[in-house]
């Protein structure tokens, strides 16, 4: 008895210090981005966040062109990754006969396993001329006067990089909702069925005492889809400008820094680019702590648990959550 | 005898001979009506496992039955197969046939939606959906596509005084029910079963996780409710029982040994089972 007692005080000591070894890491990374900026924190200040200009040559910039294109990009991708990633766990995990729900849902995560450069080629390959065929037609028709749909049909910019993006991140959004949905107690679908639920009705309800999860999940594809470099980049255009168009070659966070790190000439140049990593830093980490609060909160049940309302089974944390 | 067979399973298991449930005779006594429910030669399987054996059994109309037996008999797969909702199982196979007035559910044209709007059902353990006290009351109604506000306030008052809550949260039915006591979520788990008007309530040991003062008000409620609708109750509480139901099946592994009137059950039951059984001999 007290030899166990003392091994788990040892696991607990074990376990305390790498959690904290965690945070310490996270918070060192922060403050060494912070470190690696300070020149341009200290010329521009807030500036820095709505300049539009990016000119290492005169020695002007001003992220707002990287921030833009990171959160429209990422908002496009979850515009298709939400409902197709909640769609095939509601698929896996409700629909499909139970003997094809796993080999299919592991399907959708391998989709996960794919790196990101390979998605890049992908895109460039197949994808871009695809999306240039669609904005071709779409040029030629009296939609081009939108604001979204203007400018000449590239190919390479926004409309590729969302789709790119979407693609890579369905997987993250899909595994998180199958596991909220797998963790929503059977006694909910049923309470449905026994008042004359259909199948989908009965999907909508469980839908529905999930949804705080469903809405982590989304979250955390959108953190996923914020610090995606390799694929956006070599299909988002690459080119700083605030525009509203989906065919307008553009430019992401992630992707400049990859870009312009290794050549780029003089601290402040540098130092600039360092304050681009630190805002997405803090922007990702934010993402990601919301999802995941959304997602607890699923997994402990919705108020009073002891009350009747079964706790959902306790459910492995989910392992989407990664960002780059 | 009527065959419905869901799954068809590989390997059909052997009838078995059920011996004491035959020899007794397992129809309800002198009834006067016919009775709402028929079951007949009726057995199930979960996968290969047969879980019900040829079973007999009628319901009489504005009534309450209960199910008794020792855990994992049988109570609940044979109430779930009431209103289909072992369907949602996979692998279940079933054979005979549940009539309800006449019509057999498990015949071939069988809406089994409609099926579970005529025979409501209450559960073990309440399962409110996390929305509005009133929003769960008139869940089954929405889905009939009732969208006319004064019906459905209607419906929920009346449904709420039927199961004796509506004094309790009349002023509060916009709140979350998910702020209401385990006995009071119960109560409303019997709301929202009877807003939808099913004929039938099927009532899973809907006390057993509730303290003796809620369990009392549900078992009034029964009373009260046996006026308007026919009640189906599974419960290990053999006082429960006695108290609540006017007719008792006593289950044992897959079998009903014994169908009577409830006071014949306990007071002079024919089979040594049964008698061991209540005296709390066994189980
Ligand atoms: N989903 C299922 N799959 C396979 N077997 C099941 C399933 N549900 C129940 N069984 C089995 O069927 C038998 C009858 O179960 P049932 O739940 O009807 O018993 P019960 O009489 O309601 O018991 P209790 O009083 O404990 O609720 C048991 O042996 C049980 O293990
Ligand atoms: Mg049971």
Redesign the interface.
Known sequence: MRRRGGDDGGLELGTSAVAVLVVALVAAIGLELLHGSRLSIAKFGWSFWTGRDWDPVSGEFGALPFIWGTFYSSLLALLVAAPVGVGIAVFTTDVV??RFRRPLAFLAELLAAVPSIVYGLWGIFVLVPVVRGLETVVSRTPLRKLPLFSGPPYGLGMLSAGLILALMVIPYVSSVSREVLQAV?V????????????RW?AIR?AL??GRTGILGAVFLGFGRAFGETMAVTMVIGNNPQLSASLFAPQYSMAAVIANEFSEATGDLYLHALTEIGLVLFVITLLVNAASRLLIWSVQRG???VS????APETIPPARAGEAA | METATMTPSPTTPTHAVSMDARSAPASAPAADAPPLIEIGGFSFWYGPKQALFDIDLRIRERAVTAFIGPSGCGKSTLLRCLNRMNDLIDGVRVEGSVRVQGQDLYGPDVDVVDVRKRLGMVFQKSNPFPKSIFENVVYGLRLQGVKNKGVLRDACEKALRGSALWDEVKDRIEESALSLSGGQMQRLCIARALAVEPEVVLMDEPCSALDPIATAKIEELIFQLKERFTIVIVTHNMQQAARVSDETGFFMLGKLIEFDKTDVIFTRPKQKMTEDYITGRFG
């Open positions: 006969p139970p107690p006694a909910q679908r049923e309470a449905a069925y026994a008042l004359g639920a259909t009705e309800a529905h005492y919705p108020g009073r009350d009747g309302v079964p």
